[in-house]
């Protein structure tokens, strides 16, 4: 499996880190792109370097490239994960403006039918950003935001990172255990 993973220059960056942390105990591949505030945003909230997380990956992909590999439907990659995505990357990629790589990719993943997951970071929504995500869910999209569960009793932020990390592992069927899934309350289950 190939994967590509974005990280777009919003808050939350720490999502696609750990993500590409949790896919390199897997046999996946990651091909990287980072937004030029994605790095910039790696070294304000985080102990990375862009040229750390970048070593994290198999491939990394600049992000002004038109011509890489994985702006073309003839690579073959299995999907593609924005995490985090910035609602100006959201609103690119639910019109086809595809003025950069990430988003270009994005736009192949759709038109190849490959599962594209968006994790967008932002707060509170405007009725543009939803309509915005409405467009981009009815194009194939799964529109999946970073909303913690505490049913695990998490005792960590990076308790409540692995939980968003792992649902978007779940949308690609890529094995982990990084948190405990829900079994059913006893005497719940009959």
């Not at 990719?105 to 594209?116: H, I, P």
């Not at 505490?150 to 948190?179: A, C, E, M, R, W």
Request: neutral net charge.
């Amino acid at each position: 499996m190939q994967l590509i993973v974005a990280i777009t220059g919003t808050t939350g960056v720490i999502y696609g880190i750990r993500l590409l942390e949790a896919i390199r105990n897997t046999e996946c591949k990651s091909h990287l792109i980072i937004s030029p505030w994605g790095e910039k945003n790696i070294e304000l909230e985080t102990e990375y370097t862009a040229a750390q997380v970048k070593a994290l990956a198999d491939y990394t992909h600049d992000y002004n490239n038109l011509g890489s590999s994985i702006s073309s439907g003839s690579f073959p990659v299995d999907g593609m994960a924005v995490i985090p995505c910035s609602m100006k990357s959201l609103s690119a990629m639910a019109h086809g403006y595809t003025n950069n790589l990430i988003n270009r990719a994005a736009d192949v993943t759709l038109k190849e039918k490959r599962k594209l997951v968006v994790v967008p970071r932002e707060t509170p929504l405007n009725l543009i950003h939803l309509n915005n995500m409405t467009a981009l869910c009815q194009a194939g999209a799964v529109i999946l935001p970073p909303m913690p569960a505490f049913y695990h009793k998490p005792k960590t932020i990076n308790d409540l990172v692995n939980q968003t990390v792992g649902k978007v592992l779940d949308q690609f069927k890529i094995s982990h255990n990084l948190f405990e899934r829900w079994h059913g309350m006893e005497g719940g289950d009959q």
